[in-house]
């Protein structure tokens, strides 16, 4: 019986309490082709915005060239819960390889210390977002 008010009770919880709710923040790695941000990439915002209210959203837009503007200012009208599109812009990251990725978003979470950072579920989220050279991979998933 105490196991399953137990389970109850944890059941019943919330995914953030609410005074973590009014800090939250998210970065949401999103893809772009041809200067348009890729449908998979919205629902991952829309995931974000249901991880809280007050959950401030910004998007990362990640490549090289005329398109990569493009996609960023769509992506700035794209969904009322973004209030801020980060743009790298460097060739580097033309190719969604893991290790220029997870460098970069190793660094904007050291510097912004976003309490969530979202990507798609297909490849590219999962070469962007888990790399093994990555130290903060590494610590989490490749143990």
Sequence with gaps: MAIRSLLGSIARRTLLSPSLA????????????????????????EA??????????????????????EAAEQAASCHPSVSEVLIADSVRLLCPLAEPWAKLIQ?????EGFSHILATSDSFGKNAYICRKCPVCSSIYWR
């Design 22 to 45: 009014r800090h939250a923040s998210t970065l949401v790695v999103a893809e772009h082709e041809s200067g348009s941000i890729k449908p998979a990439s919205l629902s991952a915002v």
């Design 48 to 69: 974000a915005k249901r991880l809280g209210e007050d959950n401030s959203i910004s998007m990362l837009l990640a490549r090289s060239g005329p398109l990569l503007q």
């Design 107 to 111: 660094l904007i979470q050291q510097k």
